[in-house]
């Protein structure tokens, strides 16, 4: 993960619902009109397990990896392929590509990155023409995973040990169009809610622990993060009641896939041409 807030990340504890996380991306991608592209960047890749699926997409093109998370790049590493695929510890805030870019692509990574439209200015500038930016932010910030998150954190309990939980800085559909568009590009915009059926006990606790909770649980010691876990955990219970076939988790996240332009193509003219 980029721009984490120093968040110690846990993957396996992110990919126990993977079937569910991994979703998106593949809709991400299949909306990449990119034909056979040379170099590209999958920014937030996390553990790579998703990164090195591009392999077989664009069999003839050079992918790297970035993420800010050690952990996480400890599993990555084991994917990597001489030549093909490689990954690098950095912060998307500031990074800065070493190659034009064919195709970016960045799945739930920006929404840990405040004023991202920054980023995303700067990567659109370093696409070659014709290049593709493909990105996926979560949309659940105003949801009750969320706001009941922040609800406990402001508690009198944990208001002086949690840091203070910031709304994510995500745009909507509409709002990376307008963004995207006026960079040039050609923009393909959209948002998609998912009903995911969680099984077990406490799985929207469980999933929230493998993202939003993870900067809770690496601000306080391990008595205090069970505690802490148990109260949210209550919360969510009563808002995410478990049903017969699980619990229903609904989840919103917001698409972007932009093209940026191409040079004109220019037709040298005969003398006879009128």
């Keep these: 993960m980029i721009g984490d807030g120093g968040a110690v990340w846990d993957p396996k504890q992110y990919g126990r619902y993977a079937d569910e996380r991994s979703r998106p991306f593949y809709e991400l991608v299949s909306r990449i009109g ?6 590209v960047l999958d920014l937030g890749c996390g553990d790579g397990a998703l990164t090195a699926t591009l392999l077989e997409r664009w069999p003839a093109a050079t992918v790297h ?3 800010s998370s050690a952990h996480m790049l ?11 695929l490689t990954f690098h510890q950095g912060d998307l805030a500031s990074w800065q590509p070493a190659h034009p870019l064919d195709v970016v692509i960045s799945n739930a990574a920006l929404q840990w990155v405040p004023g991202h439209e920054v980023v995303l200015t700067r990567l659109v500038g370093g696409l070659v023409p014709g290049g593709w930016l493909a990105l996926q932010v979560p949309a659940n910030f105003d949801e009750p995973s969320h706001t009941l998150l922040r609800e406990v954190a402001a508690r009198p309990r944990w208001r002086e040990l949690v840091p203070p939980l910031r709304a994510a800085p995500v745009l909507s559909p509409a709002g990376y169009l307008n963004l995207l568009a006026g960079l040039g590009c050609r923009v393909d915009a959209w948002q998609t809610t998912y009903l995911h059926v969680l099984p077990g006990d406490d799985p929207v606790l469980e ?4 993202s939003a909770l ?12 069970a505690e802490f876990r148990a109260e949210y955990g ?14 229903v988790f609904p989840f919103h ?12 193509i220019l037709t040298k003219m005969s003398s006879t041409d009128p």
């Design 34 to 39: 990119a034909i056979s592209p040379e170099y």
């Design 65 to 67: 990896g970035v993420d």
């Design 74 to 84: 400890a599993g990555a590493e084991r994917r990597a392929v001489a030549g093909r």
């Design 207 to 210: 999933w929230t622990s493998g």
């Design 214 to 225: 993870r900067p809770v649980l690496a601000a306080l010691d391990p008595a205090d993060a």
């Design 234 to 247: 209550a919360a969510l219970r009563v808002a995410y009641p478990k049903g017969p076939y699980g619990t």
């Design 253 to 264: 996240r917001t698409f972007a896939v932009a093209s940026a332009a191409a040079p004109p």
